[in-house]
């Protein structure tokens, strides 16, 4: 009737619209930096309003992650023929991951680091999932390439995700189509590298301590005894690595002061807080870095930029996989850590990422400076993933698999 305000139409998929803004939300500020009244608030809806299709933040998680997972699914399932899978079809899948990869970098942000936050449940079905489909990838890649080892062939295509992952670590663009067909050649790169020959095995035979004429060789004399770290450094140390196995949430000051043996409130005469302990640790990261790039460089005499790109890539992988400040600086929400603090620690990583990418652009001049640093970023991406993923972890020769990866991404081997 005239004069009667129209009721405003309901969106057909009011669900997955909520899902959408919590997902940018979560990725600007982590997840337990999203309260449900602030989705809400962003999707122009009441808390209640929401509760009718999520029962609670971790329902909304699971429901962006499983439903990015299906798009993964049925890209592979609708490139990928188990039968008659040859090149042309590998290449059409990545594609297909390319192009969703750049239309929804913030689900490609959320599976990488806030699957953690899941439910028990979702959490097993996405690993159950996630492991089904790298296993369909996994078995094309060895009709392909039938010398490499099913091991191996799982190695390659973890870093091959972390190629399209990697959009969400940066914000630099490039027209879709050209942004798309990039990641796909990095991601061939990846599937196409010869890894290295696994070390060889130390049978004991104590005969290396003499030369080929059959004296001994000299030892070097013991140096005097290191000194024993200070309370402060103690404290770093223990920190990091309960932040690594229990994530920062489920510890505590009074754990990290017993894991380091220092009592209560003496904790806090060094540190205000784990927010204070979780900035350091990253500062720390960020001069180990430092002082390895700076070495890689200097260490190339005269100036080669391509062999100060393969050595700054080892010094990467030598950080990374050493004591775990670096990886506890790039796991933890920087919700966490104080302003002034986060800002320092983002201007840091960005230092660093600028002299990968001055030096890739040296070695390829031709290139574009946006496609340069996609690059690199994809390049460190599969770097900081593959060191975080169960599966290929405790490789035996790892190290030197990653440097080998990030050489070929980076088009230096």
């Not at 998680?61 to 090149?87: F, I, K, R, Y």
């Not at 690594?244 to 043996?261: K, L, N, P, Y």
């Not at 460089?297 to 393969?310: F, I, K, N």
Request: aromatic share 4%; proline share 6%; glycine share 6%.
């Amino acid at each position: 009737m005239d004069g009667v305000p129209s009721r405003p139409k309901r969106p057909r998929d009011r669900r997955s619209q909520l899902a959408a803004v919590a997902s940018e939300l979560f990725r600007e500020r982590g997840y337990h930096g999203v309260s449900i009244n602030d989705i809400a608030a962003a999707a122009g809806v009441t808390g209640p309003a929401l509760y009718r299709h999520f029962p609670d933040k971790q329902a909304v998680l699971a429901h962006v992650l499983l439903t990015g997972l299906s798009d993964m699914e049925a890209a592979t399932e609708a490139a990928l023929d188990a039968e008659h899978a040859d090149t042309t079809r590998i290449r059409e899948l990545l594609e297909r991951l390319a192009a969703r990869a750049v239309e929804r970098r913030d689900v490609a942000a959320l599976w990488r680091w806030e699957g953690r936050h899941l439910d028990p449940e979702s959490r097993q079905e996405v690993r159950r999932r996630s492991a089904a489909m790298l296993s369909a990838w996994s078995k094309v890649l060895l009709r392909r390439r039938p010398e490499l080892s099913p091991e191996d062939a799982e190695l390659l295509c973890w870093a091959a995700l972390s190629v399209f992952g990697s959009v969400s670590v940066h914000r630099t663009r490039l027209p879709k189509r050209r942004f798309a067909q990039l990641l796909s050649t990095l991601a061939l790169r990846v599937l196409h590298t010869d890894l290295p020959a696994p070390p060889a095995v130390d049978n004991g035979d104590d005969t290396g301590d003499e030369d080929e004429g059959g004296s001994a060789s000299p030892r070097q004399a013991p140096g005097p005894p290191p000194l024993p770290p200070s309370r402060r450094e103690r404290l770093l140390t223990e920190a990091a690595e309960l932040f690594r196995r229990r994530g920062f949430t489920d510890v505590s000051m009074e754990d990290i002061g017993q894991a380091a043996g220092i009592a209560g409130p003496s904790v806090y005469r060094h540190f205000s807080g784990k927010a204070g302990l979780l900035a350091a640790i990253g500062r720390r990261a960020g001069d180990r870095l430092a002082r390895g790039a700076e070495q890689a460089v200097r260490s190339s005499a005269p100036p080669d930029e391509r062999e100060a790109l393969r050595r700054l890539v080892d010094s990467y992988v030598r950080t990374l996989t050493g004591p775990p400040e670096l990886l506890v600086a790039f796991s933890v929400d920087h919700v966490h850590i104080a302003e002034r603090d986060r800002a320092e620690l983002v201007r840091i990583q960005r230092d660093y990422v600028a002299q990968w990418v001055g030096l890739a652009q040296a070695v390829h001049p031709e290139s574009d400076t946006r496609e340069i640093k996609i690059v690199v970023h994809a390049a460190l991406t599969i770097a900081n993933d593959l060191t975080r993923t169960r599966r290929v972890a405790g490789r035996d020769n790892l190290a030197t698999e990653l440097a080998t990866l990030l050489r070929a991404v980076l088009d230096v081997r």
